[in-house]
Protein backbone atom coordinates (compact mmCIF):
# COMPACT_ATOMS: atom_id res chain seq x y z
CA UNK A 1 0.00 0.00 0.00
CA UNK A 2 1.53 3.21 -1.19
CA UNK A 3 0.75 6.83 0.82
CA UNK A 4 -1.55 7.45 -2.34
CA UNK A 5 -4.67 5.70 -0.45
CA UNK A 6 -6.41 8.33 1.56
CA UNK A 7 -5.98 7.84 5.68
CA UNK A 8 -9.75 7.36 5.60
CA UNK A 9 -9.90 4.72 3.14
CA UNK A 10 -7.19 2.50 5.47
CA UNK A 11 -8.92 2.77 8.24
CA UNK A 12 -12.07 2.00 6.55
CA UNK A 13 -10.36 -1.15 4.80
CA UNK A 14 -8.50 -2.33 8.57
CA UNK A 15 -12.08 -1.93 10.03
CA UNK A 16 -13.38 -4.37 7.67
CA UNK A 17 -10.60 -6.68 8.09
CA UNK A 18 -10.50 -6.55 11.73
CA UNK A 19 -14.20 -7.08 11.86
CA UNK A 20 -13.57 -10.41 9.34
CA UNK A 21 -10.80 -11.66 11.07
CA UNK A 22 -12.09 -11.22 14.57
CA UNK A 23 -14.69 -14.25 14.18
CA UNK A 24 -12.45 -16.87 13.05
CA UNK A 25 -10.00 -16.19 15.79
CA UNK A 26 -12.55 -15.70 18.66
CA UNK A 27 -14.27 -19.45 17.36
CA UNK A 28 -10.58 -21.08 17.03
CA UNK A 29 -9.74 -19.96 20.75
CA UNK A 30 -13.45 -20.31 22.25
CA UNK A 31 -13.30 -23.82 20.98
CA UNK A 32 -9.65 -24.47 21.92
CA UNK A 33 -10.35 -23.82 25.88
CA UNK A 34 -13.69 -25.44 26.06
CA UNK A 35 -11.96 -28.53 24.65
CA UNK A 36 -9.70 -28.45 27.41
CA UNK A 37 -11.44 -27.36 29.82
CA UNK A 38 -14.24 -30.74 29.32
CA UNK A 39 -11.48 -32.89 28.81
CA UNK A 40 -9.77 -31.89 32.17
CA UNK A 41 -13.32 -32.32 34.22
CA UNK A 42 -14.05 -35.28 32.99
CA UNK A 43 -10.18 -37.70 31.63
CA UNK A 44 -12.51 -41.02 31.28
CA UNK A 45 -13.93 -39.23 28.20
CA UNK A 46 -10.67 -39.55 26.48
CA UNK A 47 -10.61 -41.40 23.77
CA UNK A 48 -7.46 -43.15 22.29
CA UNK A 49 -5.67 -41.10 19.84
CA UNK A 50 -7.93 -38.14 20.73
CA UNK A 51 -5.08 -36.14 22.31
CA UNK A 52 -3.23 -36.19 18.39
CA UNK A 53 -6.35 -35.54 16.54
CA UNK A 54 -6.69 -32.56 18.59
CA UNK A 55 -3.16 -31.62 18.16
CA UNK A 56 -3.42 -31.86 14.28
CA UNK A 57 -6.88 -30.53 13.95
CA UNK A 58 -5.01 -27.37 16.34
CA UNK A 59 -2.34 -26.72 13.89
CA UNK A 60 -4.20 -27.10 10.58
CA UNK A 61 -6.62 -24.24 11.70
CA UNK A 62 -5.38 -20.55 10.09
CA UNK A 63 -5.84 -18.34 13.63
CA UNK A 64 -2.69 -20.37 16.01
CA UNK A 65 -0.41 -19.07 12.71
CA UNK A 66 -2.05 -16.01 12.31
CA UNK A 67 -1.29 -15.51 16.36
CA UNK A 68 1.94 -16.92 16.77
CA UNK A 69 3.90 -16.03 13.52
CA UNK A 70 1.23 -12.63 13.00
CA UNK A 71 1.79 -11.01 15.67
CA UNK A 72 5.75 -11.34 17.14
CA UNK A 73 6.73 -9.99 13.55
CA UNK A 74 3.73 -7.27 13.29
CA UNK A 75 5.51 -5.88 16.59
CA UNK A 76 9.10 -6.35 15.16
CA UNK A 77 7.79 -4.38 12.02
CA UNK A 78 6.29 -1.61 14.20
CA UNK A 79 9.64 -1.05 16.55
CA UNK A 80 12.04 -1.90 13.48
CA UNK A 81 11.02 0.50 10.77
CA UNK A 82 8.39 3.59 11.66
CA UNK A 83 4.76 2.93 10.09
CA UNK A 84 4.01 4.85 6.92
CA UNK A 85 0.87 7.17 7.60
CA UNK A 86 -1.02 4.55 5.64
CA UNK A 87 0.03 1.42 6.95
CA UNK A 88 -0.69 3.49 10.63
CA UNK A 89 -4.21 3.41 9.61
CA UNK A 90 -4.78 0.35 8.31
CA UNK A 91 -3.45 -1.53 12.01
CA UNK A 92 -5.41 1.83 13.69
CA UNK A 93 -8.32 0.60 11.84
CA UNK A 94 -8.01 -3.53 12.23
CA UNK A 95 -7.92 -2.78 15.95
CA UNK A 96 -11.10 -0.99 15.32
CA UNK A 97 -12.80 -3.36 13.70
CA UNK A 98 -12.12 -5.92 16.62
CA UNK A 99 -12.53 -3.16 19.30
CA UNK A 100 -16.33 -2.82 17.20
CA UNK A 101 -16.80 -6.75 17.42
CA UNK A 102 -15.94 -7.41 20.96
CA UNK A 103 -18.06 -4.15 21.76
CA UNK A 104 -21.42 -5.92 19.59
CA UNK A 105 -21.21 -9.24 20.93
CA UNK A 106 -21.10 -7.46 24.49
CA UNK A 107 -24.08 -5.21 23.39
CA UNK A 108 -26.12 -8.14 22.16
CA UNK A 109 -25.50 -10.46 25.26
CA UNK A 110 -26.26 -7.41 27.75
CA UNK A 111 -29.56 -7.12 25.82
CA UNK A 112 -30.30 -11.04 25.61
CA UNK A 113 -30.00 -11.63 29.24
CA UNK A 114 -32.95 -9.27 30.31
CA UNK A 115 -35.39 -10.84 28.02
CA UNK A 116 -34.11 -14.30 28.58
CA UNK A 117 -34.54 -13.75 32.89
CA UNK A 118 -38.18 -12.45 32.33
CA UNK A 119 -39.50 -15.59 30.56
CA UNK A 120 -38.59 -17.28 33.52
Known sequence: MNDDVPPLIAVLIGTLIGALLYGPVRRWV???LRTLRERARNPQSRRPGSTK???????????PWLI????PYGIYRLWSDP???TWGCLLAGSILGALLMVAYE???RAR?????????
Do not use: D, S, W, Y
Open 30 to 32: GTL
Open 53 to 63: LLLIFATLHPA
Open 68 to 71: LIGL
Open 83 to 85: LRM
Open 106 to 108: ALG
Open 112 to 120: ARPAHKQGN
